[in-house]
């Protein structure tokens, strides 16, 4: 019964050229988190989502933007994906800020 | 500068051998510390959460303690099942710290 929900799995995208992450959550969490993970690197959280809440660390590029439309659906958007970008991307949800995190199985993106 | 520290690295076990992995935070107004699971090209999965030093969480072959300083998972008696990469990560306020994960191998 998976939990969090990420499509696609694999996505492959030209350099430049948008793309969209998805993420859907059945657990009614208030919070949604998306990270990136490079190879044997820790993930690295580039937003959150408290309810409505956005909030964008500091050190995420203008390049991705993010939505979340309702509780349960989460977006990720990269205008123009660089060679660079391409990594997991990981969502998760949590009840609350301080409660553990659920992870989605990552969507793995390849740019060519 | 708050952050999250794992070693070793890398660790490979003998089926049976117990070891403990480590997790140093710097991490200022602790709000929780998470032991999660990763395989492979999958997402992490949840093991366990800490919130007060002293605290001990177990779960089959696993242990987690904590202390103000650092956090040890304890493995007893591992099962090549068991080999996946380790990932802490430690919370204040709005940031999540993740360390770099310890990757265990175990040899049947």
């Known amino acids: 019964d998976a939990m969090v929900i990420q499509n696609p799995r694999y996505q492959v995208t030209q350099f430049g050229k948008p793309v969209t992450l998805s993420c859907s959550q059945t657990?009614?969490?208030?919070?949604m988190y998306w990270y990136q993970q490079k190879s044997s690197q820790a993930p690295k959280l580039l937003f959150h989502?408290?309810?409505?809440?956005?909030?964008n660390e500091a050190d995420t590029p203008d390049n991705f933007q993010s939505r979340r439309p309702n509780t349960s659906f989460c977006f990720l958007d990269i205008r123009s994906p660089g060679l660079g970008d391409a990594a997991m991307y990981l969502c998760a949800t949590s009840r609350l800020m301080n409660t553990e995190a659920f992870f989605g199985q990552g969507t793995r993106l390849t740019v060519v | 500068e708050d952050q999250v520290t794992q070693s070793p690295e890398a660790l490979r076990l003998q089926e049976g051998e117990s070891s403990s992995l480590n997790c140093s935070y710097t991490v200022s107004g602790l709000r929780g510390l998470f032991w999660y699971r990763q395989d492979p090209g999958k997402g992490p999965e949840f093991l366990f959460t800490l919130y007060s030093a002293g605290e001990e969480k177990e779960k089959e072959r696993l242990k987690a303690t904590l202390t103000k300083k650092e956090s040890f998972l304890h493995i007893t008696a591992p099962k090549p099942e068991d080999s996946a990469t380790y990932l802490c990560s430690a919370k204040n306020g709005n940031q999540f710290y993740f360390g770099t994960g310890t990757s265990l191998t175990v040899i049947p």
């Open positions: 989502y408290y309810d409505k809440d956005f909030n």
């Open positions: 657990l009614n969490h208030n919070v």
